[in-house]
């Protein structure tokens, strides 16, 4: 059941489809046990691709959008949201750029 409460009552009609290579989920996704690196990592490849934009993100504007600030509030805080990213990049889903400021950049890990 969501957070609010209430049942999940459907997707609108016109939604934007975010797409999900396969290979995510006969490999990527058997292997990961935690719940943070899973939620960071579908979040991640639903927002870092987006049509019109760079194919890059830094990692403090990922966890800056409200459905990975809002979990993460409440679940360990940005500390958390950082280690999940961390094993993303471990694991290879995701490259990492460290940037001078110490932020990181981030892309998925595709042509």
Not at 47 to 56: D, L, M, N, T
Not at 80 to 88: I, N, S
Request: zero cysteines; aromatic letters at 8%; glycine letters at 8%.
């Amino acid at each position: 059941m969501p957070a609010t409460g209430a049942a999940f009552e459907g997707f609108l009609p016109g939604q934007r489809l975010a797409s999900v290579p396969a290979q995510f989920f006969t490999e990527v996704l058997p292997a990961i046990e935690d719940a943070d690196e899973l939620r960071v990592t579908v979040y991640a490849l639903y927002a870092i691709p987006r049509p019109g934009q760079v194919a890059a993100r830094r990692a403090s504007s990922l966890l800056a959008e409200a459905p990975l600030a809002r979990w993460f509030a409440t679940h360990g805080g940005m500390e958390a949201g950082r280690r999940a990213l961390e094993a993303a990049v471990a694991r290879g889903v995701l490259l990492a750029l460290p940037l001078a400021d110490g932020d990181l950049l981030l892309a998925v890990h595709s042509e």
